[in-house]
């Protein structure tokens, strides 16, 4: 499918230029397949950084939103809706029981509003507002791009000229129990983490340092505050990657995956601080709707039917082999593998955004994880052939950027 509509043109006269685009404008996807306005097809490992998660239009997903926009979009949050009600239901199966459901419409808003109920439960800790209000996050972390999101992001260029950020967030170094226990203090409410740090590069916390946390957080009195919103809804292989460490937060932050392609944001809270939140202490409008619950509701129905976690666990393992057999034909240019499940970061001796440019022109959508990282972030759906197919491509870029460096070396 090809159109006439010149897009590059109505982006630079009318589209805010806060992303650096590259040169290519997608019309339709199918599966794991998407196509630009010049016809060329792409295999799509970025799958709008992990959120297509049933890949693009599946049906059961098309089918869902179709139905409930024939019966009925939204209702506010002034009034109950059935699909919010089931959604609420699953989520909190998926979260282990014993806890409460708020919905939004991103992974920023997610966070901001459990930055917002670590400040309610210092408040309830220390009898006194504004006493006990400080977060301790990991160094490194991406949490959003909102005030609160923004402060919980250490980087430069995430923060760079919005001062003054958001008070009280502390930092310490993942997978550093007595870094965490260093930082914590009398003023803290909450300790908030990734499980797998994303666009931080995709760094893993370990099974131990999870557990550790857990221990050391109802130690103190807490809030155990997990963001998923990238590594949950069964990337890893698990609906949580926290699974794995055998333990369970206080809140949970869900969203990107969760909606296969529609904005959902998700807040999970253990029914003990729930009750923090009383009848106007938050909301937003568009939270929940009949729409987009169908949709999630669909995405997690599907996840089920058609095992993608274990596919998931299956050719994940796959993919780490095939990697670690690429990394050993090429030990100089491929530096570590990290993550899990269909959650991948390869570091390389080389600009992830070359790279990224040079398979993106091979059509293979990737997205990179800082200066140095490339990311696999594939639909759920994918199969074996298909990370052959990615791999495939990317060897072949490999071998012409590890050629081009020869040759300026020698030049
Ligand atoms: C993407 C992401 C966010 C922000 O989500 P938005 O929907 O872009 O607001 C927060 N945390 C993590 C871990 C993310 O990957």
């Avoid at 806060?18 to 599966?31: A, I, K, Q």
């Avoid at 994880?369 to 990615?390: C, H, I, N, S, Y």
């Amino acid at each position: 499918m090809t159109t006439n509509i010149d897009t590059e043109q109505l982006y630079k006269d009318n589209v805010l230029g806060n992303y650096g685009l590259p040169p290519v404008t997608f019309v339709r996807g199918r599966g794991l397949r998407l196509w630009d306005d010049a016809g060329k097809e792409y295999l799509d490992f970025c799958a709008g950084i992990a959120v297509a998660s049933l890949g693009h239009c599946h049906p059961k997903l098309v089918t869902a939103i179709q139905e409930q926009a024939a019966e009925l979009l939204c209702v506010s949050n002034l009034y109950r809706n059935e699909n919010q009600a089931k959604l609420a239901a699953k989520l909190n199966e998926k979260a282990g029981g014993g806890g409460k459901v708020f919905f939004c419409n991103s992974g920023a808003e997610a966070n901001e509003a459990l930055i917002k109920l670590a400040r309610l439960h210092g408040r309830k800790l220390s009898g006194q507002e504004g006493k006990r209000f400080k977060i301790v996050c990991a160094e490194n972390a991406f949490h959003g791009r909102t005030f609160g999101g923004m402060s919980a992001t250490p980087k430069a260029k995430i923060q760079e000229g919005f001062a003054p950020l958001v008070d009280g967030f502390e930092f310490a170094a993942l997978n550093d129990l007595a870094s965490f226990e260093a930082a914590i203090d009398d003023q803290t409410a909450a300790v908030f983490i990734e499980t797998i740090q994303g666009e931080g590069g995709i760094f893993p916390a370990t099974t131990e340092f999870l557990q550790g946390l857990r221990a050391l957080c109802d130690e103190k009195g807490v809030l155990l505050m997990i963001d998923e919103v990238q590594c949950g809804a069964g990337r890893t292989g698990s609906f949580f990657a926290f699974e794995k460490a055998g333990i369970y937060p206080d809140v949970i932050g869900m969203a990107k995956g969760l909606g296969g392609g529609v904005p959902i944001g998700a807040v999970w809270i253990r029914d003990e601080y729930a009750e923090l939140f009383g009848p106007g202490s938050h909301g937003t409008t568009f939270g929940g709707t009949p729409l987009i619950c169908a949709a999630a509701l669909a995405v997690l129905d599907t996840i089920e039917e058609e095992k993608l976690m274990e596919n998931v666990q299956r050719n994940g393992a796959y993919v780490l082999q095939k990697l670690q057999d690429l990394q050993s034909e090429f030990p100089d240019y491929i530096l570590e593998i990290r993550g899990s499940g269909y959650m991948i970061g390869i570091q390389i001796a080389d600009s992830s955004f070359e790279m990224v440019t040079l398979l993106r022109e091979n059509a293979l959508i990737v997205p990179p994880a800082g200066p140095d990282v490339v990311r696999f972030l594939p639909p759920l759906t994918a199969t074996q052939a298909d990370f052959d197919e990615a791999l495939d491509i990317f060897k072949t870029a490999i071998k012409a950027r590890v050629a081009l460096r020869q040759e300026n070396a020698t030049a």
